[in-house]
């Protein structure tokens, strides 16, 4: 069984509670948080957005068992400017370890006819013989 508790803000800020039991074992208490930072350039053309996230297992403490565990930590960084998103970032939770790249572009729009003319057919091209 397993319960999750998250509560975000506008800000970028998250904060989740993780309580869950797999088979016969102690229950795992985790306590994660994550929080956006965002780093604009001086000329207004884009951003950097950091995020790093943190989960704690915080059951052995609570029992008297030792200290707190890491579970899970990470970063994403990404940048976003006119022309699209560039995303990259690592997770490593449990010994293993995920890469994520993603790139984002805009949306293609095609407004009105091309900006040039199509030559004229000419005579004896594409025909048949």
């Known amino acids: 069984w397993e319960a999750t508790e998250t509560v975000a803000w506008p800000e970028g800020g998250e904060a989740s509670l993780r309580v869950g039991r797999t088979g016969r074992g102690p229950t795992d208490v985790t306590l994660g948080a994550s929080r956006r930072l965002v780093l604009r350039s001086g000329s207004g053309g884009g951003r950097v957005e950091l995020t790093p996230s943190l989960a704690l297992d915080v059951a052995p403490w609570a029992r008297g068992e030792g200290p707190p565990r890491w579970v899970r ?34 949306p293609l729009a095609l407004e009105g006819p091309p900006p040039l003319r199509l030559p004229a057919r000419i005579e004896g091209y594409g025909g048949t013989p």
């Open 73 to 106: 930590h990470g970063l994403q960084v990404a940048s976003a400017d006119c022309c699209g998103r560039v995303a990259a970032g690592y997770v490593a939770e449990d010994g293993e370890v995920r890469v994520d790249v993603r790139l984002t572009l805009p």
